[in-house]
């Protein structure tokens, strides 16, 4: 078989598509190319018998003789094979007749190859249509000069911009990708002939399903472009932020609590919200520059693209029916925009410039008049811009088309037979446009059961328009029946071929121009690679063309044979990737037409490797979740990381460094496993370095001012939602660290956010800390007490009532007084109820401990306001008890307390299990103010009472000795502060600040009383104590009564424990005397 040598000999002048020869087979003699394959007519000299029932029916006009201008007749059956002349393959040569302007539309290259490891295609796809012009490489050279001068412009104005606005001016390639003006069209165009006007509509596939592209290093390039992540700042309104958050924790919450089912409509949902949020122009930041996107957006692009393509938006329920549909769409059932639909809209949007159809538009005249007419016309039908189709086609005026001169029909525009005939055959084009699902009923699953019926028809279409325009040529069967022996060297000489091609123009019933045009129309919108490619203006088109207009099959089916109707049979039997998972089949569609974009080898299909927005696109058609993220953190760090939470979420971020990505560290430890150290970019690392930058922020505010959240709480959502806790709650516990605690408002938030993102440990963490700066910096016992509870620190609890309970008995007066309590003390000495009820609304096992401990306290309280009680009232005011119900409800106080206090050395022996409300220390003091209530005029206690009085005195008398030791210090102290004027005890504050790790006892319960620091006075000041008066005497205080002044300065244990033996005794009696049991 004949090979096409691998110089390139001159090439023909202005051919059609010099970019668009897949094989870039040169052309030897500017009469055209060498033939392949002899050529031998057909054998029948009036041509192939006619056919009936062709698909229009009655209903078209015969135009003069029935046998010729019968446009009614069908291709199939009646017509020789038409498709010997056309497809893709090694070696294979067509020639050209361009009726529309020579040159390609908008760019130039050096032809478009397929990629040398493409699967051999059948024997009649052997043959390539040659399209070299020495016109077009002159123009291509001009234009690369002038491409140069343009970016030497564009360096020149980079510089002078700073480093922001170059990245965001140089990713303005969305919609400025210019579409080149469109050139002059070239008569010598005429005088060859385009053998693939004899060819079905349909072509060999140019896109090898499952390629993967191999010429860039996507991941390379995006990383190559991303900056410093030194660099990064939050560019983005505290709107978009905060509603950005709203969002990504509406999915984290469905990812960890929905059915697999929901937490698919939950990504759509989320996904559709984002986009819905990107698009909104009064969320998205001012650029600097005037006309220049900002980062943002650009970053807002690139991901609703990705987004859509993943998750299309839903559709409305009062969607058209189809109009080949026989069956109702069900009320309930979920329909979704078809990703062709989603990649022209966004291609609409962000990636058009002006085109041949706003040129062509302005054209008054007619717009066929216009040069660049059909060219006008592919490229709306390419756009999916059917409105603009019809109304070009409509408005044609073809007595006015340019093109007739080009087929010598005269120099203003087509008259006579040629004009009708040219109107009927556009009539038919319109009237078939017009049945297309996308204009009756908004179809655009162009994969789906309604465009393949209208891929048929426009076969049928097609294959009429051959009949009515060349059926009855005798040159036609001579071009569609070679002999093909070219192995054996035959073939037929080139210039009998070349006769036949004008044969064939001058035999046509419509003119040339318009009938080769038409045959490209038609094949365009039945969906060939070749026309898809030969519209396309750049790579990002070639690649989005070749996904929207594909009809979901994987695999070519040849036709015209037995076997391939079989094949074509199966295939329609057979249940299809596209149509089970649409995404997944798109995804794939987009990466194989990638790799054929791009290792065509041509120029104009070239990645600019310095664009972020070009390699960014290349990374999404590629299926290269990691690269997009790469160039998406560049521009915006929002944008970035909920992208990769919803990859993450529907299982389509797939990381470039391992099979590991899906394990994390306690699997890997499951496994005895050491991950290396990685260095990718993951959802964890972005939402880590959002994070950063939350944490700096100060407070977010809406756009209307009602909702105000700050960067750290936003900071603590985002790490919440890392996939790997250990070093989530390392990140969280480090900003919660830096935090400053200014107030119990700010803990309470960061508590109960902690709390509700199920992170108690940072919030009993934080509660711990501001509770420690409450006991060294303040007086506040109340919220001290508090934040202990809620740090669940028991030991820190007792701590703080131990001091206060110390100051209450060594100084026989409850302390603080009523004047100097805090609120929160104050709430929970009087109303404790409430208190502890709303405190376990917040943290039940803190209510709990801080009731158990707090009851101790409580009572001495209640003991000393008892006592006091007639002293302290208010003019004009009368006691709540009269004095022996006051000094009943006194003593059973006391009788509480001391019996708590004692439980702990029953029998003398002492058991540190046992929990009790006041420490041990403190039973002598308590056993002090039981005095006054014994050897009294009337009895005050009950006989059980005075049992329990009497076991905590035998008790503490067989106690070990460290325990009397510690209660003798507490007595002396308490003696001392009653009868030594110049005695200073320290208050509960100053004590509170020192270590207690020197106050522990074997027993684990410490003695404040009597210790050196309760003793010292040193450094002491008592200015704040509110039981000290005139010099800090505490004698001068006003009391109900004071056991104190009834006993010597120096009086011990042992006459404490005497008196008060000696006046149960008594009491004991009297209760027997008056018959009390």
Same mark, same amino acid.
């Given at each position: 078989?004949?090979?096409?040598?691998?110089?390139?000999?001159?090439?023909?002048?202005?051919?059609?598509?010099?970019?668009?020869?897949?094989?870039?087979?040169?052309?030897?003699?500017?009469?055209?190319?060498?033939?392949?394959?002899? +050529?031998?007519?057909?054998?029948?000299?009036?041509?192939?018998?006619?056919?009936?029932?062709?698909?229009?029916?009655?209903?078209?006009?015969?135009?003069?003789?029935?046998?010729?201008?019968? +446009?009614?007749?069908?291709?199939?059956?009646?017509?020789?094979?038409?498709?010997?002349?056309?497809?893709?393959?090694?070696?294979?040569?067509?020639?050209?007749?361009? *009726?529309?302007?020579?040159?390609?539309?908008?760019?130039?290259?050096?032809? +478009?190859?397929?990629?040398?490891?493409?699967?051999?295609?059948?024997?009649?796809?052997?043959?390539?249509?040659?399209?070299?012009?020495?016109?077009?490489?002159?123009?291509?050279?001009?234009?690369?000069? &002038?491409?140069?001068?343009?970016?030497?412009?564009?360096?020149?104005?980079?510089?002078? #911009?700073?480093?922001?606005?170059?990245?965001?001016?140089?990713?303005?390639?969305?919609?400025?990708?210019?579409?080149?003006?469109?050139?002059?069209?070239?008569?010598?165009?005429?005088?060859?002939?385009?053998?693939?006007?004899?060819?079905?509509?349909?072509?060999?596939?140019?896109?090898?399903?499952?390629?993967?592209?191999?010429?860039?290093?996507?991941?390379?390039?995006?990383?190559?472009?991303?900056?410093?992540?030194?660099?990064?700042?939050?560019?983005?309104?505290?709107?978009?932020?905060?509603?950005?958050?709203?969002?990504?924790?509406?999915?984290?919450?469905?990812?960890?609590?929905?059915?697999?089912?929901?937490?698919?409509?939950?990504?759509?949902?989320?996904?559709?919200?984002?986009?819905?949020?990107?698009?909104?122009?009064?969320? !998205?930041?001012?650029?600097?520059?005037?006309?220049?996107?900002?980062?943002?957006?650009?970053?807002?692009?690139?991901?609703?693209?990705?987004?859509?393509?993943?998750?299309?938006?839903?559709?409305?329920?009062?969607?058209?029916?189809?109009?080949?549909?026989?069956?109702?769409?069900?009320?309930?059932?979920?329909?979704?925009? %078809?990703?062709?639909?989603?990649?022209?809209?966004?291609?609409?949007?962000?990636?058009?410039?002006?085109?041949?159809?706003?040129?062509?538009?302005?054209?008054?005249?007619?717009?066929?008049?216009?040069?660049?007419?059909?060219?006008?016309?592919?490229?709306?039908?390419?756009?999916?811009?059917?409105?603009?189709?019809?109304?070009?086609?409509? *408005?044609?005026?073809?007595?006015?088309?340019?093109?007739?001169?080009?087929?010598?029909?005269?120099?203003?525009?087509?008259?006579?037979?040629?004009?009708?005939?040219?109107?009927?055959?556009?009539?038919?084009?319109?009237?078939?446009?017009?049945?297309?699902?996308?204009?009756?009923?908004?179809?655009?699953?162009?994969?789906?059961?309604?465009?393949?019926?209208?891929?048929?028809?426009?076969?049928?279409?097609?294959? $009429?328009?051959?009949?009515?325009?060349?059926?009855?040529?005798?040159?036609?069967? &001579?071009?569609?029946? %070679?002999? =093909?022996?070219?192995?054996?060297?035959?073939?037929?000489?080139?210039?009998?071929?070349?006769?036949?091609?004008?044969?064939?123009?001058?035999?046509?019933?419509? %003119?040339?121009?318009?009938?080769?045009?038409?045959?490209?129309?038609?094949?365009?919108?039945?969906?060939?690679?070749?026309?898809?490619?030969?519209?396309?203006?750049?790579?990002?088109?070639?690649?989005?063309?070749?996904?929207?207009?594909?009809?979901?099959?994987?695999?070519?089916?040849?036709?015209?044979?037995?076997?391939?109707?079989?094949?074509?049979?199966?295939?329609?039997?057979?249940?299809?990737?596209?149509?089970?998972?649409?995404?997944?089949?798109?995804?794939?569609?987009?990466? &194989?037409?990638?790799?054929?974009?791009?290792?065509?080898?041509?120029?104009?299909?070239?990645?600019?490797?310095?664009?972020?927005?070009?390699?960014?696109?290349?990374?999404?058609?590629?299926?290269?979740?990691?690269?997009? !993220?790469?160039?998406?953190?560049?521009?915006?760090?929002?944008?970035?990381?909920?992208?990769?939470?919803?990859?993450?979420?529907?299982?389509?971020?797939?990381?470039?460094?391992?099979?590991?990505? =899906?394990?994390?560290?306690?699997?890997?430890?499951?496994?005895?496993?050491?991950?290396?150290?990685?260095?990718?970019?993951?959802?964890?690392?972005?939402?880590?370095?959002?994070?950063?930058?939350?944490?700096?922020?100060?407070?977010?505010?809406?756009?209307?001012?009602?909702?105000?959240?700050?960067?750290?709480?936003?900071?603590?959502?985002?790490?919440?939602?890392?996939?790997?806790?250990?070093?989530?709650?390392?990140?969280?516990?480090?900003?919660?660290?830096?935090?400053?605690?200014?107030?119990? $408002?700010?803990?309470?938030?960061?508590?109960?956010?902690?709390?509700? #993102? $199920?992170?108690?440990?940072?919030?009993?963490?934080?509660?711990?800390?501001?509770?420690?700066?409450?006991?060294?910096?303040?007086?506040?016992?109340?919220?001290?007490?508090?934040?202990?509870?809620?740090?669940?620190?028991?030991?820190?609890?007792?701590?703080?009532?131990?001091?206060?309970?110390?100051?209450?008995?060594?100084?026989?007066?409850?302390?603080?007084?009523?004047?100097?309590?805090?609120?929160?003390?104050?709430?929970?000495?009087?109303?404790?109820?409430?208190?502890?009820?709303?405190?376990?609304?917040?943290?039940?096992?803190?209510?709990?401990?801080?009731?158990?401990?707090?009851?101790?306290?409580?009572?001495?309280?209640?003991?000393?306001?008892?006592?006091?009680?007639?002293?302290?009232?208010?003019?004009?005011?009368?006691?709540?008890?009269?004095?022996?119900?006051?000094?009943?409800?006194?003593?059973?106080?006391?009788?509480?307390?001391?019996?708590?206090?004692?439980?702990?050395?029953?029998?003398?022996?002492?058991?540190?299990?046992?929990?009790?409300?006041?420490?041990?220390?403190?039973?002598? %003091?308590?056993?002090?103010?039981?005095?006054?209530?014994?050897?009294?005029?009337?009895?005050?206690?009950?006989?059980?009472?005075?049992?329990?009085?009497?076991?905590?005195?035998?008790?503490?008398?067989?106690?070990?000795?460290?325990?009397?030791?510690?209660?003798?210090?507490?007595? &002396?102290?308490?003696?001392?502060?009653?009868?030594?004027?110049?005695?200073?005890?320290?208050?509960?504050?100053?004590?509170?600040?020192?270590?207690?790790?020197?106050?522990?006892?074997?027993?684990?319960?410490?003695?404040?009383?009597?210790?050196?620091?309760?003793?010292?006075?040193?450094?002491?000041?008592?200015?704040?104590?509110?039981?000290?008066?005139?010099?800090?005497?505490?004698?001068?205080?006003?009391?109900?009564?004071?056991?104190?002044?009834?006993?010597?300065?120096?009086?011990?244990?042992?006459?404490?424990?005497?008196?008060?033996?000696?006046?149960?005794?008594?009491?004991?009696?009297?209760?027997?005397?008056?018959?009390?049991?």
């Amino acid at each position: 078989m004949f090979r096409v040598p691998s110089s390139s000999p001159p090439s023909t002048p202005d051919s059609r598509r010099s970019s668009r020869n897949f094989n870039n087979a040169p052309s030897t003699t500017p009469a055209g190319p060498p033939p392949d394959i002899s +050529f031998i007519p057909s054998s029948t000299p009036a041509g192939p018998p006619p056919a009936t029932g062709g698909l229009f029916g009655t209903s078209q006009p015969n135009f003069g003789n029935p046998r010729t201008l019968n +446009f009614q007749r069908s291709a199939f059956g009646s017509s020789p094979p038409k498709n010997e002349l056309f497809g893709v393959g090694s070696g294979s040569i067509k020639a050209s007749t361009s *009726g529309r302007p020579t040159t390609q539309r908008g760019r130039t290259g050096s032809g +478009f190859r397929v990629p040398t490891s493409s699967p051999p295609q059948a024997l009649h796809a052997d043959l390539e249509e040659e399209d070299d012009s020495e016109t077009g490489s002159e123009e291509e050279d001009e234009s690369m000069d &002038s491409d140069e001068d343009a970016e030497a412009e564009d360096d020149d104005d980079d510089d002078e #911009m700073d480093e922001d606005e170059e990245e965001a001016e140089d990713d303005d390639d969305y919609g400025s990708h210019a579409r080149g003006p469109p050139r002059s069209q070239n008569s010598l165009a005429q005088s060859t002939s385009r053998n693939s006007i004899t060819e079905p509509p349909s072509s060999p596939l140019v896109v090898r399903p499952e390629a993967k592209q191999s010429q860039y290093d996507l991941l390379d390039l995006a990383k190559g472009l991303a900056p410093n992540n030194e660099r990064a700042i939050l560019r983005e309104s505290d709107q978009v932020i905060m509603e950005t958050e709203r969002i990504a924790e509406k999915l984290h919450d469905s990812m960890a609590s929905n059915a697999p089912e929901k937490r698919s409509d939950v990504l759509g949902e989320v996904a559709q919200e984002l986009v819905a949020l990107w698009k909104d122009p009064h969320q !998205l930041p001012e650029p600097n520059h005037p006309g220049k996107a900002s980062t943002v957006t650009h970053a807002a692009r690139l991901a609703s693209l990705l987004l859509n393509i993943h998750y299309p938006p839903h559709v409305s329920q009062n969607q058209r029916t189809s109009t080949y549909s026989l069956v109702p769409t069900r009320p309930d059932s979920r329909h979704f925009t %078809p990703i062709p639909k989603v990649l022209l809209d966004w291609m609409n949007n962000y990636h058009r410039s002006i085109s041949e159809v706003d040129l062509v538009l302005k054209e008054t005249r007619g717009y066929s008049a216009h040069t660049h007419f059909w060219d006008a016309v592919q490229a709306s039908v390419f756009w999916g811009d059917f409105s603009k189709t019809l109304k070009l086609l409509k *408005g044609a005026r073809f007595e006015v088309a340019e093109t007739a001169q080009h087929d010598e029909l005269g120099n203003t525009g087509y008259s006579g037979s040629h004009l009708r005939h040219t109107n009927e055959v556009v009539r038919i084009v319109i009237n078939l446009i017009e049945e297309c699902p996308a204009i009756a009923s908004q179809d655009w699953d162009i994969k789906g059961h309604d465009w393949e019926i209208f891929r048929k028809r426009i076969r049928r279409a097609y294959e $009429d328009l051959q009949e009515f325009a060349e059926g009855d040529s005798q040159n036609r069967q &001579s071009v569609s029946q %070679p002999f =093909q022996a070219s192995h054996f060297g035959i073939s037929q000489s080139q210039n009998s071929f070349n006769m036949s091609t004008a044969s064939r123009k001058a035999e046509s019933n419509v %003119p040339w121009s318009v009938y080769e045009n038409l045959t490209r129309l038609y094949k365009q919108l039945y969906g060939s690679e070749e026309e898809i490619i030969a519209v396309a203006t750049d790579w990002v088109e070639a690649v989005v063309g070749l996904a929207i207009w594909w009809n979901g099959d994987e695999e070519e089916v040849a036709q015209g044979s037995l076997a391939a109707s079989r094949r074509s049979i199966a295939r329609s039997q057979r249940v299809r990737t596209v149509d089970i998972t649409p995404v997944k089949a798109y995804c794939q569609r987009l990466s &194989s037409a990638l790799a054929t974009v791009f290792e065509s080898n041509e120029a104009d299909f070239s990645l600019d490797c310095t664009s972020r927005a070009e390699v960014g696109l290349a990374c999404i058609f590629d299926d290269n979740i990691e690269g997009v !993220l790469q160039i998406l953190r560049n521009w915006s760090l929002v944008v970035a990381s909920v992208v990769a939470e919803v990859a993450s979420s529907g299982e389509w971020l797939m990381r470039a460094d391992g099979i590991l990505d =899906q394990f994390d560290q306690s699997d890997l430890m499951v496994f005895n496993y050491t991950e290396p150290k990685r260095t990718g970019i993951s959802k964890d690392s972005l939402l880590t370095d959002y994070s950063n930058l939350l944490a700096r922020k100060g407070q977010l505010t809406s756009r209307d001012g009602k909702t105000v959240r700050e960067g750290w709480e936003l900071a603590i959502h985002a790490l919440g939602r890392l996939d790997d806790v250990v070093a989530a709650n390392e990140k969280i516990e480090q900003i919660l660290n830096e935090l400053p605690l200014q107030s119990s $408002d700010r803990v309470d938030k960061i508590t109960q956010l902690c709390h509700s #993102m $199920d992170l108690s440990k940072h919030a009993l963490g934080i509660a711990l800390k501001y509770a420690n700066h409450l006991r060294n910096n303040t007086e506040n016992y109340g919220d001290t007490l508090l934040y202990y509870a809620r740090a669940h620190d028991a030991n820190k609890i007792q701590e703080v009532l131990r001091v206060l309970v110390a100051h209450c008995l060594v100084k026989s007066i409850a302390y603080p007084p009523p004047a100097e309590l805090d609120d929160s003390l104050s709430a929970l000495i009087t109303s404790p109820k409430q208190t502890l009820t709303k405190l376990a609304s917040q943290d039940p096992e803190g209510a709990q401990l801080l009731s158990n401990y707090l009851s101790g306290y409580a009572t001495i309280r209640k003991f000393y306001d008892l006592r006091d009680e007639e002293i302290l009232v208010q003019d004009g005011e009368k006691p709540a008890h009269r004095p022996m119900a006051r000094k009943r409800a006194a003593a059973n106080a006391l009788m509480v307390i001391i019996a708590s206090a004692a439980s702990s050395i029953r029998g003398g022996l002492y058991d540190p299990e046992i929990e009790t409300v006041v420490q041990v220390d403190v039973l002598l %003091p308590l056993l002090g103010e039981a005095l006054v209530f014994v050897n009294q005029p009337k009895r005050t206690l009950a006989l059980r009472h005075l049992y329990a009085l009497l076991a905590a005195v035998e008790d503490l008398d067989t106690a070990p000795s460290m325990i009397r030791s510690q209660c003798e210090e507490c007595l &002396s102290t308490a003696l001392s502060a009653a009868h030594d004027s110049n005695s200073r005890i320290p208050s509960p504050h100053s004590l509170l600040q020192k270590s207690t790790s020197n106050l522990t006892t074997a027993s684990s319960q410490y003695s404040i009383i009597g210790s050196a620091e309760f003793g010292s006075v040193e450094g002491v000041s008592t200015e704040n104590s509110g039981v000290l008066i005139r010099g800090g005497n505490v004698d001068d205080a006003k009391r109900g009564w004071d056991w104190r002044k009834g006993m010597g300065k120096d009086a011990t244990g042992s006459d404490v424990v005497r008196v008060l033996r000696l006046g149960i005794a008594r009491e004991m009696a009297r209760a027997f005397a008056e018959g009390e049991a």
